[in-house]
């Protein structure tokens, strides 16, 4: 579908997005939030270029990114991951605390938080940027499965997704969840919190992949990421997204209810 016709005529904008281990942590088809934001761009007349940052990168190619994103993945893989993202946290943080545009999903959301405790009782040390923590289930426990919908604040508008974690999140005493939970199980099935959104960034379980089912967060980090940049108030042109909508409800019908 070309939605070219209701791009931004005569801009020379530039995003540069950062994929954080692609090689290892996208195990939910988070390459779709990727191609989302690239079309959505495209879609504007807006140019993006998209940095590929596997396990080894040099930190200093972070300050080459605009907007950051990563996925999650099985136990093995994110063990292979945890050290090497340990080296980044100080400039990690520095971006987001400076308001860099980021969405860090299920294994990152947990890896991002002060510390993930394992079933058996082991305590893995996180990047300490969101004021999260995090308790594995054992493995006789129930995952928490299936989709989901969830009113957000901050967009105005329900967000819809599909979650699969043993993981249980917990948000601290002053964090603000990324939406409160309407059907399904968000952070950990007990207080109806989801995600977590921390300056311009944001933490969820939300995958398969999140932002082609939600344009409008596709949207604000694109805006955010601009604003920043530019140092100037942007205001994204509209597109269509009949097709996006008719997929959402979709998803609502299916989980009984309205959007």
């Known amino acids: 579908m070309n939605k070219s016709n209701n791009a931004l005529n005569a801009t020379r904008y ?39 940052l596997n396990v080894g990168f040099e930190k200093n190619q972070l300050s080459k990114c605009d ?5 999650g993945a099985q136990d093995k893989q994110q063990e292979a991951v945890s050290a090497d993202l340990l080296k980044k946290r100080i400039t990690l943080k520095k971006l987001i605390e400076n308001g860099i545009s980021g969405l860090f999903i299920c294994g990152a959301y947990q890896f991002f938080g002060k510390f993930y405790e394992e079933s058996n009782g082991n305590v893995i040390n996180g990047l300490k940027i969101f004021d999260i923590y995090t308790k594995n289930q ?12 969830l009113k957000c ?18 948000l601290g005493k002053t964090a603000k ?45 694109i805006e955010k990421a601009l604003e920043k940049k530019y140092k100037k108030k942007i205001s994204l042109k509209k597109l269509d997204d009949s097709l996006e909508n008719s997929a ?11 959007i």
Not at 20 to 39: A, C, S
Not at 153 to 170: A, I, P, R, V
Not at 181 to 188: A, D, E, P
Request: contains cysteine; glycine residues 12%; charged residues 20%.
């Open 153 to 170: 604040s901050t967009l105005g508008t329900q967000l819809l997704g599909f979650e699969n974690h043993g993981g249980k999140t917990y």
């Open 177 to 221: 969840p990324l939406g409160n939970v309407i059907k399904g199980y968000g952070n950990n099935g007990d207080d109806k919190t989801e995600g977590i959104v921390y300056k311009n960034s944001f933490g969820t379980y939300l995958h398969g992949p999140i932002l082609p089912k939600n344009p409008i967060l596709a949207d604000y980090l």
């Open 138 to 149: 054992s493995e006789s426990k129930k995952r928490l499965i299936g989709n989901v919908s």
């Open 67 to 71: 907007l950051l994103l990563m996925g």
């Open 14 to 52: 530039a995003l540069t997005i950062g994929w954080l281990y692609p090689e290892l942590m996208n195990i939910y088809g988070d390459r779709g939030n990727i191609i989302t934001l690239q079309k959505r761009c495209e879609w504007r007349n807006i140019k993006t270029d998209v940095l590929m």
């Open 248 to 258: 959402r409800l979709a998803i609502a019908k299916r989980l009984s209810v309205e």
